[in-house]
């Protein structure tokens, strides 16, 4: 799941790019390795839109924790708004990403992990 690998065999790689890049990432219509098709029904990755919520507000809680932390100041609440802002700025291919790949792995009851997809299509020569 940490490589964005495909939530059915685990071999087909979901993105292009890099997560951080300057072409972007974008994400395969098809696993390369297995076939199938990422966005189950139209509007599938809508629902991604929450999840990836869901990750916003817990980096924003960590990250004004951690600067709580580590200036002690509650005096300035600039100093918080430019932190987190900042840190949700910086960590939006992240969410993106990552928001798709939980979804397909954790909260899609029609895709499970198969494995006798999950080996190479090679044969070995001895």
């Not at 890099?18 to 509007?43: A, D």
């Not at 430019?82 to 790949?101: D, E, K, Q």
Request: aromatic share 16%; charged share 15%.
């Amino acid at each position: 799941m940490l490589n964005g690998k495909c939530p059915r065999c685990r071999r087909g790689d979901m993105y292009v790019g890099r997560m951080y890049g300057l072409k972007g990432s974008r994400m395969y219509e098809h696993c390369p390795h297995c076939g199938l098709t990422f966005e189950i029904e139209p509007g599938y990755f809508y629902a991604a839109m929450y999840v990836s919520y869901a990750l916003n507000v817990a980096e924003a809680v960590t990250l004004a924790v951690a600067t709580y932390v580590l200036t002690g100041n509650l005096e300035s609440p600039w100093l918080y708004l430019g932190v987190i802002l900042g840190g949700c700025f910086l960590l939006a291919p992240f969410n993106y990403r990552y928001s798709r790949i939980l979804m397909l792995y954790w909260l899609s009851p029609k895709i499970t992990y198969q494995p006798h997809l999950d080996t190479d299509d090679r044969t070995k020569n001895a």
